[in-house]
């Protein structure tokens, strides 16, 4: 606790460390509203520059930044169905549905509050057992690991956004099978970048790359809800939503408790594990929240307790993903691996000796992410306020913005033409996925995880010299494999259940 105060009074007592710290926090949430310019593309722009700036603010600097760019998209994900971030998607399946009724106020008052308590808790626990938490994290998750982690998460959440069972599973596999444009992870071998017309051969190396989330998210989301709205203007049905601050009362906030509790432990376990992050965090506190709800049905239809699930478990990564880059020097995200980047650029290298060697840096940085969490309620009321100026630009002159910003981000990602033609199919297919009742969100979940699950699925069985039943050797892995494969066949006694007893309409 002593050291917490210190840090507290470096923080603010210095003008220089409360003026950076202000920065961050604007300029987190700035950049996580935009959707295709994340906190990313301002921790790239601001990486040069920290060359000349002290360690220690630096390192604060980008802390603060990961914690108001992680909550920032969340607000456009609920107004308008765009996610800033990546991590913000899972927050729209019930967010904007919530807008359409009418209680966007509410929405965004669970999003504030529950965004500040994920990563108020998850400072708190990294306080209190970074090197343990650490190391245990290190020595019992592998690949393996991570692959059935992935699975069970998949397993779990097939059905989100899906009329039907069958379709969620067909809108995931069609996410799996785009995962796998690219290069194999294994073999560095190009796949599905070249084909034939006509007789005619062809070979783009641009999709050598793959094709990355970003642009079809922005295309499923963002184009094909524009496409969505001026289909509603058509038909006469269209009405404006109206935005406030509403936080829910505290018997809403009790019933929703487990589902609180749930997702900071999900979101700071997959905080540690390097390379998993706030968006598998998100996407597994949803669908782990739809699975123990009592109100599963209303899921994807504005139910609030999905808001929470995704906004508690993204923000209780963020203090997560600290722990093994300053107690083992293994960054968790792209990020971290920025911070991992000041460090190497001043000379320093994080692990045990960094809580010794440079004691003030760790704490102020403690201080800084527990503060930029605890001051998520005010930048809520701020951004509500300011992004609620929107919605009363006439949606003609909206709808074009909204292209062309989600354009930009979409060609400022990777400064390839083909991610905006990628984007704008993907809009045009998520528009009629949406029609039909299939899941564009099921499709991200599968191409976000995808490319996670088939590199940690090599990896392990290079280790295990592919003898697939090393997976069952492992505890950890075995239990999350067979969990998974239950949830498969729960899901489907129950869809079948469901159709038996469903009422055949008379003639």
């Given at each position: 606790?002593?050291?917490?105060?210190?840090?507290?009074?470096?923080?603010?007592?210095?003008?220089?460390?409360?003026?950076?710290?202000?920065?961050?926090?604007?300029?987190?949430?700035?950049f996580?509203?935009i959707?295709?310019?994340?906190?990313?593309?301002?921790?790239?722009?601001?990486?040069?520059?920290?060359?000349?700036?002290?360690?220690t603010?630096?390192?604060?600097?980008?802390?603060?930044?990961?914690?108001?760019?992680?909550?920032?998209?969340?607000?456009?994900?609920?107004?308008?169905?765009?996610?800033?971030a990546?991590?913000?998607?899972?927050?729209?399946?019930?967010?904007?549905?919530?807008?359409?009724?009418?209680?966007?106020?509410?929405?965004?008052?669970?999003?504030?509050?529950?965004?500040?308590?994920?990563?108020?808790?998850?400072?708190?626990?990294?306080?209190?057992?970074?090197?343990?938490?650490?190391?245990?994290?290190?020595?019992?998750?592998?690949?393996?690991?991570?692959?059935a982690?992935?699975?069970?998460?998949?397993?779990?959440?097939?059905?989100?956004?899906?009329?039907?069972?069958?379709?969620?599973?067909?809108?995931?596999?069609?996410?799996?099978?785009?995962?796998?444009?690219?290069t194999?992870?294994?073999?560095?071998?190009p796949?599905?970048?070249?084909?034939?017309?006509?007789?005619?051969?062809?070979?783009?190396y641009?999709?050598?790359?793959?094709?990355h989330?970003?642009?079809?998210?922005?295309?499923?989301?963002?184009?094909?809800?524009?496409?969505?709205?001026?289909?509603?203007?058509?038909?006469?049905?269209?009405?404006?939503p109206?935005?406030?601050?509403?936080?829910?009362?505290?018997?809403?906030?009790?019933?929703?408790?487990?589902t609180?509790?749930?997702?900071?432990?999900?979101?700071?376990?997959?905080?540690?594990?390097?390379?998993?992050?706030?968006?598998?965090?998100?996407?597994?506190?949803?669908?782990?929240?739809?699975?123990?709800?009592?109100?599963?049905a209303?899921?994807?239809?504005?139910?609030?307790?999905?808001?929470?699930?995704?906004?508690?478990?993204?923000?209780?990564?963020?203090?997560?993903?600290?722990?093994?880059?300053?107690?083992?020097?293994?960054?968790?995200?792209?990020?971290?691996?920025?911070?991992?980047?000041?460090?190497?650029?001043?000379?320093?290298?994080?692990?045990?000796?960094i809580?010794?060697?440079?004691?003030?840096?760790?704490?102020?940085?403690?201080?800084?992410?527990?503060w930029a969490?605890?001051?998520?309620?005010?930048?809520?009321?701020?951004?509500?306020?300011?992004?609620?100026?929107?919605?009363?630009?006439?949606?003609?002159?909206?709808?074009?913005?909204?292209l062309?910003?989600?354009?930009?981000?979409?060609?400022?990602?990777?400064?390839?033409?083909?991610?905006?033609?990628?984007m704008?199919?993907?809009?045009?297919?998520?528009?009629y996925?949406?029609?039909t009742?299939?899941s564009?969100?099921?499709?991200?979940?599968?191409?976000?995880?995808?490319?996670?699950?088939?590199?940690?699925?090599?990896k392990?069985?290079?280790?295990m010299?592919?003898?697939?039943?090393?997976?069952?050797?492992?505890?950890?892995?075995?239990?999350?494999?067979?969990?998974?494969?239950?949830?498969?066949?729960?899901?489907?006694?129950?869809?079948?259940?469901?159709?038996?007893?469903?009422?055949?309409?008379?003639?």
């Open positions: 606790m002593e050291s917490f105060i210190n840090g507290t009074s470096m923080l603010f007592g210095d003008p220089i460390s409360a003026l950076v710290f202000a920065s961050g926090l604007l300029g987190g949430m700035l996580g509203a959707p295709g310019v994340n906190m990313l593309t301002l921790g790239a722009v601001l990486l040069p520059f920290t060359i000349t700036m002290d360690p603010h630096a390192v604060m600097l980008y802390s603060v930044i990961y914690c108001s760019g992680v909550f920032g998209g969340a607000i456009t994900a609920i107004l308008f169905n765009i996610p800033g990546p991590e913000n998607a899972p927050t729209c399946f019930d967010g904007y549905p919530m807008t359409v009724s009418g209680r966007a106020g509410k929405a965004i008052g669970a999003a504030v509050c529950c965004s500040a308590l994920g990563g108020v808790a998850s400072a708190c626990l990294m306080m209190a057992a970074t090197g343990a938490i650490a190391t245990w994290a290190v020595r019992s998750f592998g690949p393996q690991e991570i692959f982690l992935i699975f069970f998460g998949l397993a779990v959440s097939a059905s989100i956004g899906a009329s039907s069972l069958w379709k969620g599973w067909l809108s995931v596999f069609a996410g799996l099978l785009i995962a796998t444009v690219g194999d992870p294994v073999g560095g071998i796949r599905f970048n070249e084909w034939s017309l006509f007789g005619i051969e062809y070979k783009s641009y999709l050598s790359a793959g094709i989330f970003i642009p079809m998210i922005l295309g499923f989301f963002a184009v094909s809800e524009v496409f969505m709205q001026a289909t509603n203007i058509s038909k006469g049905i269209r009405e404006r109206k935005a406030s601050l509403d936080f829910p009362s505290a018997a809403e906030f009790w019933r929703v408790r487990f609180m509790l749930r997702s900071v432990v999900i979101g700071f376990f997959a905080g540690i594990l390097p390379g998993i992050g706030a968006t598998l965090a998100a996407f597994l506190g949803y669908s782990q929240a739809q699975r123990w709800s009592k109100n599963r209303n899921f994807g239809k504005g139910e609030i307790e999905g808001v929470v699930a995704s906004e508690t478990a993204n923000n209780a990564a963020t203090g997560a993903a600290m722990i093994p880059l300053l107690a083992l020097g293994l960054p968790g995200g792209a990020l971290t691996a920025m911070i991992l980047g000041i460090f190497q650029i001043h000379g320093m290298e994080p692990g045990p000796l809580f010794i060697t440079s004691g003030d840096l760790v704490w102020i940085t403690f201080a800084a992410m527990f969490n605890l001051l998520i309620v005010l930048l809520g009321w701020i951004q509500t306020k300011t992004v609620v100026h929107i919605l009363r630009v006439p949606f003609r002159w909206l709808a074009p913005g909204i062309i910003l989600a354009a930009i981000g979409a060609y400022a990602l990777r400064n390839l033409i083909i991610d905006v033609w990628i704008f199919a993907a809009g045009i297919i998520g528009y996925l949406r029609a009742g299939y564009p969100a099921g499709i991200v979940l599968g191409l976000i995880l995808g490319k996670l699950g088939e590199s940690a699925f090599s392990s069985m290079q280790l010299q592919y003898d697939y039943t090393g997976f069952f050797y492992r505890p950890i892995t075995a239990v999350l494999l067979v969990c998974g494969t239950g949830a498969i066949i729960m899901s489907v006694v129950r869809e079948i259940r469901g159709k038996e007893h469903t009422p055949i309409p008379s003639g």
